[in-house]
C-alpha cells in the first residue's frame, strides 16, 4: 500500500470551511465558509484563492451544466456567475421562517440538486464524532469526514464496516472530496469556529484545507446540476 501524506494546502482561516468540489475543467477546488457568507475557489496551480462574498450563510456550492455554479444561499438555491460575482435566485423555500437555513447540498447522478435544511436536530453524547460531510470513491465505498473526530472514514455502505480511518492535525473535519490528477487526491475542510484560544495554538492550520494523497483508491468526478 502506498505511504499517505496529509499537508495543508491553504490557510484560509474558515471559520466553518464546507462542500468541497473539484472542478476538473480548472484544476481547481470550490468550498464555502458558511457563516463567514462567502464561495471560495483555489487554482491548485497558481495556488491562488477567489472569493465571491454573498448575502447570507452558504452551505454549498454545486457545479452546473450551463456553466458557472450554484449554491444553497439561507434558504435560497441561486445561480453564480463567477466572472462578475453575480447571484440569481432560482428557488426560495421556507419563506415563513427567517431563522433558518439550508445545511448542506449535493447534486445526484441525475443533475438534481439536493439540500437539507436545519429544523430536525439531533442528539449527540460529548464524546461522540458526529458524521459530517461525505464522498463516494470509485469502489463505491463511504468516506466520512467525523466533526470534532479529527479524521475521515472509509466505510462499506452495506455492511456499515469501517474500512480504512485518517486522522487529520485538526478536530473539526467538516467535508471531503476526491480531485487532482485521476481524482487520487482527498480534500478535506475543517472550522476554527467554537475553538479558544489554546485550541487553535495547538491546532494552527484549524479553518484550512488538506489535501490527503496516497489512499490507494480513486474517486469519481462530481455531479453538475441540470437545471
Request: charged fraction near 25%; hydrophobic fraction near 35%.
Amino acid at each position: 500500500m502506498s505511504s499517505i501524506r496529509i499537508e495543508c494546502v491553504l490557510r484560509e482561516n474558515c471559520r466553518c470551511g464546507e462542500s468541497p468540489v473539484w472542478e476538473e475543467a480548472s484544476n481547481s477546488l470550490l468550498f464555502v465558509d458558511i457563516p463567514a457568507k462567502k464561495v471560495c475557489r483555489w487554482d491548485s496551480l497558481s495556488k491562488h484563492v477567489q472569493q465571491v462574498a454573498v448575502d447570507a450563510p452558504v452551505s454549498s456550492v454545486a457545479l452546473r451544466q450551463l456553466g458557472g455554479y450554484v449554491a444553497t444561499i439561507g434558504t435560497k438555491f441561486c445561480a453564480l456567475n463567477w466572472e462578475d460575482q453575480s447571484v440569481f435566485v432560482l428557488a426560495t423555500v421556507d419563506k415563513d421562517k427567517t431563522n433558518n437555513r439550508f445545511n448542506d447540498g449535493k447534486v445526484d447522478p441525475a443533475g438534481r440538486y439536493f439540500a437539507a435544511n436545519r429544523r430536525i436536530v439531533y442528539k449527540m453524547e460529548k464524546d461522540e464524532q458526529i458524521p459530517d460531510g461525505m464522498c463516494i470513491d470509485a469502489e463505491g465505498k463511504l468516506w466520512v469526514a467525523c466533526y470534532n473526530g479529527g479524521r475521515v472514514i472509509r466505510l462499506d455502505p452495506e455492511t456499515g464496516k469501517r474500512l480504512q480511518t485518517v486522522k487529520l492535525p485538526v478536530d473539526k473535519t467538516t467535508s471531503c472530496c476526491f480531485g487532482g490528477k485521476d481524482y487520487s487526491e482527498m480534500y478535506v475542510t475543517c472550522a476554527r469556529d467554537g475553538m479558544d484560544a489554546e485550541g487553535l495554538l495547538r491546532q494552527p492550520d484549524a479553518g484550512g484545507i488538506f489535501k490527503i494523497t496516497g489512499l490507494g483508491v480513486k474517486g469519481i468526478a462530481p455531479y453538475s446540476y441540470a437545471g
